[in-house]
């Protein structure tokens, strides 16, 4: 269902897709920049922002970067 009365917050959308999802939220000079695990997880939250805010990811996020594999 999306939420189509006035501008949602930005920091809404990022607390809500931080719930969801099992990404990260990094902080650049103030900006938010997401880091997912996988371009189907970077589909499916791209994807939830459009359908429930009706915004693109790149108007809430600053940019978007895949998360390194973990050392061994």
């Given amino acids: 269902m999306a939420i189509g009365r006035g501008a949602v917050e930005q920091d809404y959308i990022i607390e809500r897709v931080r719930e969801l999802f099992q990404c990260r939220v990094l902080w ?8 997912y695990r996988s371009i189907e997880e970077l ?3 791209a994807e939830y922002i459009r359908a429930n805010f009706e ?3 790149l108007d809430v996020f600053f940019t978007a970067v895949e998360s390194l594999p973990e050392d061994n």
Avoid: K, Y
């Avoid at 650049?28 to 880091?35: K, N, Q």
């Fill in 28 to 35: 650049s000079e103030g900006r938010p920049c997401l880091e």
């Fill in 43 to 45: 589909d499916r939250i």
């Fill in 55 to 57: 915004v693109e990811l």
